[in-house]
């Protein structure tokens, strides 16, 4: 069965003229793949590379599990830990699949090494897709947030009226617009690779909240709510989609062997740190807990104002560097006779605007975040090493671990299935 799902998976059923298409674009992208390969020496010890993988672990998703929880119901939990489980499992056929052929230096060689540049070309653009939703959902939250600090700011534009979330989405922009004409981006890389210090302020800032600041502990909400499983389902995905950033971080490491304890503490210590801003958040606001907890802290609080001025920093600085890989790739079909510079700044610029009319028009960061989660995350963290471990490795894979990934992609397509049409059905349900 295993070896029939090997075969069955191709592209070769696709038509002439998009396979000839794809095999540029393919050829095009070879070049972006540098975007994503920021160390190919082995020259990084055990704990940097712990904390180069806590970092990509470590993002906005942690904001969003109370409410998560709070859509599924308290045993949705086991649907985090699972989520973690398999997605762990998942990280460690990648790391197989570098094992298995030393010239993997990137995920895009993952899909080549697969299926050719068919296959390089697909996980290309679910990559750049990730991230450019990734950067709207940046703004949403910079939007948000600001609004949640400063209510009831408008503006009047010619007799039309901009509410106060719209007018912090755009002025976000314009204060990020500079930073995306930046030649040297290496400040704004470290700001944004500060995610596990910002997790950290957060979720101790929103404890101290909830133990000192007067909000409390004390409800108990629902213990499960089956409508809104997908959505939990899709928003604990959002939280693990890092595996493109895995075979960065296996070809950096000096010592091989010791990647798979990397994998270990950056899932358990990453998991731990979900689970509790779940169960306190949960504990803290119950079933009127926002898609960003952050929106439901007493601003007055001195607690609560530094977890949210730390949801605000990292974002800005990781929107240029999210949008920076999607620039590259734009940058192989610059004109001969255009300017480089002047080509990427048209194309940044562009990009900035596209993100922001999406986030004025879906305002959504839940929905957003449980498309992206379930659509792009599955499909990045699930599906595709599956499947590339299946093409690569097939005949070393034993015939049980074969049923076991055979179920794990079984399981990838029905949570992206049903967590795909219910983020689409809430994100048209909203108009």
């Given at each position: 069965?295993?070896?029939?799902?090997?075969?069955?998976?191709?592209?070769?059923?696709?038509?002439?003229?998009?396979?000839?298409?794809?095999?540029?674009?393919?050829?095009?992208?070879?070049?972006?793949?540098?975007?994503?390969?920021?160390?190919?020496?082995?020259?990084?010890?055990?704990?940097?590379?712990?904390?180069?993988?806590?970092?990509?672990?470590?993002?906005?998703?942690?904001?969003?599990?109370?409410?998560?929880?709070?859509?599924?119901?308290?045993?949705?939990?086991?649907?985090?830990?699972?989520?973690?489980?398999?997605?762990?499992?998942?990280?460690?056929?990648?790391?197989?699949?570098?094992?298995?052929?030393?010239?993997?230096?990137?995920?895009?060689?993952?899909?080549?090494?697969?299926?050719?540049?068919?296959?390089?070309?697909?996980?290309?653009?679910?990559?750049?897709?990730?991230?450019?939703?990734?950067?709207?959902?940046?703004?949403?939250?910079?939007?948000?947030?600001?609004?949640?600090?400063?209510?009831?700011?408008?503006?009047?534009?010619?007799?039309?009226?901009?509410?106060?979330?719209?007018?912090?989405?755009?002025?976000?922009?314009?204060?990020?617009?500079?930073?995306?004409?930046?030649?040297?981006?290496?400040?704004?890389?470290?700001?944004?690779?500060?995610?596990?210090?910002?997790?950290?302020?957060?979720?101790?800032?929103?404890?101290?909240?909830?133990?000192?600041?007067?909000?409390?502990?004390?409800?108990?909400?629902?213990?499960?709510?089956?409508?809104?499983?997908?959505?939990?389902?899709?928003?604990?995905?959002?939280?693990?989609?890092?595996?493109?950033?895995?075979?960065?971080?296996?070809?950096?490491?000096?010592?091989?062997?010791?990647?798979?304890?990397?994998?270990?503490?950056?899932?358990?210590?990453?998991?731990?740190?979900?689970?509790?801003?779940?169960?306190?958040?949960?504990?803290?606001?119950?079933?009127?807990?926002?898609?960003?907890?952050?929106?439901?802290?007493?601003?007055?609080?001195?607690?609560?104002?530094?977890?949210?001025?730390?949801?605000?920093?990292?974002?800005?600085?990781?929107?240029?560097?999210?949008?920076?890989?999607?620039?590259?790739?734009?940058?192989?079909?610059?004109?001969?006779?255009?300017?480089?510079?002047?080509?990427?700044?048209?194309?940044?610029?562009?990009?900035?605007?596209?993100?922001?009319?999406?986030?004025?028009?879906?305002?959504?960061?839940?929905?957003?975040?449980?498309?992206?989660?379930?659509f792009l995350g599955i499909a990045a963290s699930i599906i595709v090493p599956c499947v590339c471990y299946l093409k690569i490795c097939g005949d070393q894979i034993y015939r049980c671990e074969m049923v076991a990934v055979g179920c794990v992609i079984l399981f990838?397509?029905?949570?992206?299935?049903?967590?795909?049409?219910?983020?689409?059905?809430?994100?048209?349900?909203?108009?």
């Amino acid at each position: 069965m295993a070896a029939n799902l090997k075969e069955e998976f191709s592209f070769s059923s696709l038509p002439l003229l998009f396979d000839e298409k794809l095999q540029s674009f393919g050829c095009k992208l070879e070049e972006v793949e540098s975007s994503f390969v920021h160390a190919t020496t082995s020259t990084t010890s055990f704990f940097k590379t712990c904390f180069n993988g806590l970092n990509a672990l470590s993002g906005v998703g942690i904001l969003s599990v109370p409410y998560a929880v709070a859509s599924g119901g308290w045993l949705s939990l086991t649907l985090l830990l699972t989520i973690a489980i398999v997605v762990f499992y998942t990280g460690i056929l990648v790391q197989r699949c570098m094992e298995f052929d030393s010239d993997i230096r990137s995920y895009p060689d993952i899909g080549k090494r697969a299926f050719g540049n068919k296959g390089r070309t697909v996980l290309s653009i679910i990559m750049l897709m990730d991230l450019y939703l990734c950067a709207i959902v940046f703004l949403i939250l910079e939007g948000d947030n600001l609004y949640n600090l400063f209510p009831n700011n408008g503006l009047q534009i010619s007799g039309i009226a901009v509410d106060g979330k719209q007018c912090f989405v755009v002025i976000v922009g314009i204060v990020i617009l500079p930073s995306l004409w930046l030649d040297n981006l290496s400040l704004l890389s470290y700001v944004s690779a500060s995610g596990v210090l910002a997790s950290a302020i957060i979720l101790v800032s929103i404890l101290w909240t909830g133990a000192f600041e007067g909000v409390g502990f004390h409800h108990e909400g629902k213990l499960l709510n089956l409508p809104g499983i997908p959505t939990a389902v899709s928003l604990f995905a959002f939280c693990y989609s890092a595996h493109p950033v895995i075979p960065t971080l296996y070809n950096s490491i000096e010592n091989k062997r010791q990647f798979s304890n990397v994998l270990i503490l950056c899932f358990t210590v990453c998991t731990l740190g979900y689970i509790t801003m779940a169960i306190f958040g949960y504990l803290m606001f119950g079933s009127s807990v926002e898609s960003q907890i952050t929106l439901n802290l007493p601003v007055g609080k001195l607690s609560s104002r530094i977890a949210i001025y730390t949801t605000l920093v990292a974002p800005i600085a990781k929107y240029p560097m999210a949008v920076t890989p999607i620039v590259d790739a734009a940058m192989n079909y610059c004109p001969s006779h255009v300017s480089k510079r002047l080509f990427g700044i048209l194309v940044s610029t562009a990009l900035l605007i596209g993100s922001i009319t999406v986030a004025l028009v879906l305002p959504f960061l839940a929905d957003l975040m449980s498309l992206v989660g379930a659509f792009l995350g599955i499909a990045a963290s699930i599906i595709v090493p599956c499947v590339c471990y299946l093409k690569i490795c097939g005949d070393q894979i034993y015939r049980c671990e074969m049923v076991a990934v055979g179920c794990v992609i079984l399981f990838g397509f029905v949570v992206l299935v049903f967590g795909t049409y219910t983020s689409i059905t809430e994100v048209v349900g909203e108009f």
